[in-house]
């Protein structure tokens, strides 16, 4: 039996990684912060590792008997844009697996970056794997980071003969968010709390999705590329649309013009100088939400045969988790 590292593997998608590798018979090594909440791998047969990515040798120990690593695990915080803890975690967290695996001989290193790594596209052109970064529009330093990790694999493939490939997600949906990272607009417009709709639009896919064919990178797919995991290509207002549909609520009837927008994300970035606790919202994310990052996923349907299960499908087990766990107030 192969056993196979998971870092991040107590997150949104590291459970379902998790999950996924046990139902093919791997052994999972479950790697996880201190202190971390661990409900997503509540009942499951793994061994469970505590650490820290920014220890290196705890990251070189956490390795030995394990033939592929996933490294699933990174900082997502967008708000404040500029957070120095996000980019040590998605940087030098990632510097350190990849030493390890060097190290250790892994058989296949899985990096989990980031569709927004990417430039977007529109409908008839969108973004591919080709696309060069595009952070300079954002300042994000979410983005920024899992470019700079993203690089570092790409050196350690091209320098190291690393036998890696990464994988790029674009917007996860589903089940067991605990943390209601993934689906804040959900559970936002169910409380009515969007007033308005931006311009813009994202790529969404279902977390399961994500989990299948990460999963089947292990054996599938060339080594030294990238593929973007995505789906459904949406506009705000479709997105609004079919959640208003799924949960029985009203969709916001007026749009947030361009301009406007930037006006309201200033505020954002005012309020958020003057306060302990971030907002919802930042000049950077309301940036984002002007523009429609589409992508084409076409080229990882065609190598690590990706699902395409329905986003509405995914919206909708989200909404009844959500609701049967009590989160909706």
Not at 285 to 292: E, G, Q, R, V, Y
Request: hydrophobic share 40%; proline share 5%; aromatic share 10%.
């Amino acid at each position: 039996m192969n056993t196979v590292l998971v870092t991040g593997a107590n997150g949104f998608l590291g459970g379902y990684l998790c999950r996924e590798l046990l139902r093919r018979g791997h052994g999972v090594r479950a790697f996880v912060r201190p202190g971390s909440d661990q409900r997503m791998l509540a009942d499951l047969p793994v061994d469970i590792w505590i650490g820290d990515l920014l220890d290196a040798d705890n990251v070189r120990a956490s390795v030995y008997g394990c033939d592929y690593i996933i490294h699933a695990g990174s900082a997502t915080a967008v708000n404040p844009a500029r957070n120095l803890s996000v980019r040590l975690a998605n940087v030098q967290g990632t510097a350190t697996t990849l030493a390890a695996a060097t190290r250790a001989g892994i058989q296949r290193y899985i990096y989990v970056g980031s569709a927004n790594v990417l430039e977007f596209g529109d409908r008839h052109h969108p973004g591919t794997e080709q696309s060069p970064y595009q952070d300079r529009f954002y300042g994000l330093d979410y983005m920024s980071s899992k470019q700079m990790a993203t690089d570092l694999v790409l050196k350690a493939m091209q320098n190291d003969a690393l036998p890696a490939l990464v994988v790029h997600p674009t917007v996860t949906l589903g089940p067991y968010d605990y943390k209601n990272t993934a689906h804040a607009l959900l559970t936002a417009l169910y409380q009515k709390r969007i007033p308005a709709t931006p311009t813009g639009g994202r790529n969404y896919i279902h977390v399961g999705d994500v989990a299948t064919a990460t999963v089947n990178a292990l054996t599938m797919g060339a080594l030294h590329e990238s593929y973007i995991l995505g789906n459904e290509n949406l506009s705000y207002q479709q997105l609004f649309d079919m959640m208003a549909q799924i949960m029985q609520v009203r969709a916001p009837s007026r749009r947030l013009p361009r301009q406007l927008a930037s006006l309201v994300g200033l505020f954002g970035d005012w309020r958020n100088a003057f306060s302990d606790q971030p907002g919802d919202y930042n000049s950077s994310l309301l940036a984002m939400a002007n523009d429609k990052h589409y992508f084409s996923s076409e080229k990882a349907i065609q190598a690590l045969a990706l699902p395409q299960t329905p986003v509405r499908t995914a919206l909708t087990e989200a909404f009844d988790w959500f609701r049967e766990n009590g989160y909706l107030g």
